[in-house]
């Protein structure tokens, strides 16, 4: 049985009704990092698959998932940060 409320002089009973969840926060940044494929990471720099695979050896931190390569657009920008002239 639901509650019963007073609306402008007359009471009615509201339906019975779940609590909403707490507002769920934003994601933490993290979280939200995007996944760049290296054909992704390549097109960007204007430059072949090869030499993306060279920036492996010189620091680019890649993750393996399955049979695909993955590279978070946030570990992509510290490696273009490091590697400025």
């Not at 049985?1 to 609306?7: A, E, L, P, S, Y």
């Not at 990092?33 to 890649?62: F, H, Y």
């Not at 998932?65 to 590697?83: I, T």
């Amino acid at each position: 049985m639901g509650k019963i409320v007073q609306i402008s002089g007359e009471h009615r009973e509201t339906p019975n009704s779940t609590p909403l969840p707490p507002a769920f926060s934003p994601l933490p940044e993290a979280a939200q990092d995007e996944w760049l494929t290296l054909a992704e990471v390549a097109q960007t720099l204007k430059v072949s698959r090869t030499t993306i695979w060279r920036c492996r050896r010189e620091g680019l931190k890649v993750m393996r998932l399955g049979g695909l390569v993955r590279v978070r657009r946030s570990e992509f920008n510290a490696y273009l940060e490091r590697h400025q002239n």
